[in-house]
């Protein structure tokens, strides 16, 4: 499976987002939603998605949900290892992939191609309107082996995709995380560079009924 999504990969047509403006978002919404005893209650994983698009501004809340700043000093939403920041959000959409700008609350283009279907063999996901990839910059950690600042970045990840697991159940949509995706032929769709690491992905969308 890993070969054909390779193939895949190579027969899409190049990337170009040169000239693209950042994307601006909508303030999110720091207020309302479930009492949070009721989503932890309701919290699951789901497999199954809904093509029906996410509007702008549940994009923008989601995001802020999982990385955003919330604090007047940049302090974002979830906690990352001696406060390095090493954390940022990927949005994979149809109409390519954009990088989380948390400090200016915007999305920043980074490729045209939709890299929805080439992300996982798992073609549960496939359907999901939007997915975050987590992607840790390990430049920013500079001390410890390569395996020790996966090993943080892993478990910083898991605050992130919990803030956006309990916003989904109050939002009433389906989500799921998960750490099989094809990383190298993400990576380079991603156009990441060699210090930047796929830890994991998040699939969100409609229930599928």
């Known amino acids: 499976m890993k070969t ?9 047509p190049l990337s170009s987002v040169f000239g693209q403006e950042p ?6 919404r720091r207020s309302g939603g479930m009492p949070l005893m009721e989503a932890l209650a309701k919290r699951s994983t789901s497999r ?3 093509a029906k698009p996410l509007t702008t501004q549940q994009v923008a809340d989601a995001l802020w949900a999982a990385l955003g700043v919330n604090r007047s000093d940049g ?9 390095r920041r090493e954390m940022e959000v990927y949005v994979l959409r149809s109409s390519g992939v954009s990088r989380y700008d948390a ?10 191609r939709d890299l929805r279907t080439v992300q996982s063999a798992q073609e549960f996901v496939y359907d999901a309107p939007v997915t975050f990839v987590y992607v840790a910059d390990l430049s920013k950690m500079s001390d410890g082996s390569r395996a020790a600042k996966e090993a943080t ?4 990840t898991g605050f992130v995709s919990q803030n956006v697991y309990l916003w989904c159940v109050s939002e009433g949509l389906a989500t799921g995380v998960r750490s099989w995706v094809d990383r190298d032929v993400l990576a380079k769709g991603m156009e990441l560079g ?9 699939s969100i969308g409609w229930p599928k009924r």
């Open 4 to 12: 054909v999504l390779a193939l895949v990969f190579a027969l899409l």
């Open 23 to 28: 994307e601006p978002l909508p303030a999110p």
């Open 103 to 112: 400090s200016a609350h915007r999305l920043v283009p980074v490729a045209s």
């Open 194 to 202: 060699p210090e930047q690491w796929i830890v994991a992905a998040q």
């Open 48 to 50: 199954a998605f809904d």
């Open 75 to 83: 302090k974002r939403t979830a906690p990352t290892s001696r406060d």
């Open 153 to 156: 970045a892993s478990f910083d």
